[in-house]
């Protein structure tokens, strides 16, 4: 699956070693950035939070982070503020220009004495093990990789073998996105760190979508990572390598915070935002979007997904949460998912839904939006038999008219073209007072394979706002209906439709 990764953008070290001598020299001879740039010691995250204290006994804050500039801002300010710990937990990290920027925050966090204890699965790891092992060398850093042996550490015949004599093992990945802060704050969702999922990327962009919670139910994602983080599978990424090289041990990471600090690659503006969240949190509170809720849960799946008694499938915990949720619906499901494909499982939940009288809603990516033609190849095959089953299908548009709403990044002020915008948002609103907001896709892969990880939130006032946004995303303006008799396949040109088309080869079990 195609997705780029998360805040602990430890691969940012690959694209710092690889600069040449020439480019080293002019580096440390440019004006000193980060000088003018300090953290309020006035603030602290404690203290932003002390009159919700009472609230966070008992109940679970949630706030829904819609657009891509709130969620990148809201994780810099809490890796800014962070007083103890920081646990992250990710499939993919990017090298682009914002993961280089997440991981100076990180490095700074742990320069002030906090801990921070990195996750990320290896599949998708595409740093060098000494990059990784130079962030790892941090005295207050540890990663862990999920599952390796099919990209680090291992020669490629090793790999090979991997996937040739233990397919399952090495299709079994990590697709967890948890972001907790002292074990009081916590954001989960679709979104990984990359260019693209915050509105920085000048071609392509993902409409997402997180959720923020306070209290109770941040306790439930501590408790999953724990489980991760101790878990078999999760291997420390210097058990990896016979010994560490010399010349990654106590590195500098002055040039990885003169490259943030450089106004050129991390906007003055954007640091202001950061600098004034406090009243932007005070802001929040006032307006009533933060609700207090009795009744969320976080549902994780664990480490390893299912016994594997059932070859590719088995399902899992998320999987099993989310068809109850299916089967006791009794008026409406709307659900927006990148990827769409359905099992003769699924397609008879859907039906029986339908039957019962649910009307079910589904917005995906259209050929023209996917990100992933691979799995919109095997949309593309069973799209009909979906659509028989009485469920309405919206492909979403690359030319959203709403992403002039959602894309509020200050790149995309400046740009005098808007990029393509794709789905990567998973949520699913029931009788419009059951939210779901997660990492899992309606897919074989989520469903059987991948860990995913959801939050269960039983909110009148929380689905209204998720719904109001989902409903306006099906308008004509922003996606095509799909039916019976037509799509919107021929909006692309022929050469993506002949690469789908050759695409319908692969199985639908490890889309």
């Not at 492909?395 to 990029?419: C, S, V, Y």
Request: glycine content about 6%; charged content about 25%.
């Amino acid at each position: 699956m195609f997705s780029k990764l998360p805040y602990c953008c430890l691969i940012c070290l690959c694209f710092l070693f690889s600069c040449t001598e020439t480019k080293e020299e002019s580096l440390i001879e440019e004006t000193d950035f980060c000088s003018n740039i300090h953290r309020n010691d006035t603030v602290s995250l404690t203290q932003e939070l002390v009159d919700l204290s009472d609230n966070m006994k008992t109940k679970t804050g949630v706030y829904v982070l819609e657009d891509g500039g709130s969620a990148m801002i809201t994780r810099a300010w809490l890796c800014e503020y962070a007083e103890k710990k920081i646990d992250i937990q990710y499939f993919i990290f990017s090298t682009d220009n914002v993961g280089l920027i997440a991981c100076d925050y990180l490095v700074r966090a742990a320069d002030r004495g906090v801990k921070v204890r990195i996750l990320v699965d290896d599949i998708m790891v595409d740093a060098g093990i000494e990059d990784i092992l130079t962030m790892d060398s941090h005295e207050n850093i540890s990663i862990k990789i999920y599952n390796p042996g099919v990209n680090l550490g291992k020669n490629l015949f090793s790999k090979v073998k991997k996937f040739t004599t233990d397919f399952r093992s090495a299709n079994l990945r990590m697709h967890n996105k948890t972001f907790t802060v002292d074990d009081k704050v916590v954001i989960t969702g679709g979104r990984n760190i990359a260019d693209e999922y915050f509105d920085y990327d000048h071609e392509y962009n993902f409409r997402d979508r997180d959720v923020l919670l306070l209290g109770q139910a941040t306790k439930d994602v501590s408790g999953s990572f724990t489980e991760f983080w101790e878990s078999t599978l999760s291997v420390p990424v210097v058990d990896l390598i016979d010994e560490t090289p010399e010349d990654v041990k106590n590195y500098d990471f002055d040039r990885l915070h003169e490259y943030a600090c450089n106004p050129d690659n991390f906007w003055p503006q954007v640091r202001t935002k950061i600098e004034n969240f406090p009243s932007t949190i005070q802001k929040i509170k006032n307006s009533g979007g933060l609700i207090w809720v009795d009744s969320v849960s976080f549902v994780s799946d664990l480490p390893g997904k299912n016994d594997g008694t059932e070859g590719l499938g088995g399902g899992g915990i998320s999987t099993s949460a989310l068809i109850d949720l299916v089967k006791n619906a009794s008026h409406s499901i709307d659900i927006q998912t990148p990827y769409l494909i359905t099992s003769e499982l699924g397609q008879n939940l859907f039906r029986e839904a339908v039957e019962r009288g649910v009307e079910v809603k589904i917005l995906t990516n259209s050929l023209a939006s996917t990100d992933n033609i691979e799995a919109f190849s095997s949309y593309q095959t069973d799209r009909k038999k979906l659509l028989k089953t009485g469920v309405k299908i919206f492909e979403f548009r690359p030319d959203a008219a709403i992403r002039k709403e959602i894309m509020t990044g200050e790149l995309q002020a400046e740009l005098d073209h808007k990029p393509i915008f794709g789905l990567h948002a998973k949520t699913m609103v029931v009788d419009g007072k059951i939210t779901v907001i997660g990492t899992f896709n309606l897919d074989p892969r989520s469903a059987n394979l991948n860990t995913e990880c959801i939050a269960i939130i039983h909110s009148k006032k929380i689905a209204d706002g998720v719904l109001s946004g989902m409903e306006e995303e099906i308008k004509p303006e922003n996606a095509w209906e799909t039916t019976l008799e037509s799509n919107p396949d021929s909006k692309v040109g022929a050469v993506k439709r002949i690469k789908t088309w050759t695409r319908k080869v692969l199985p639908k079990d490890i889309l």
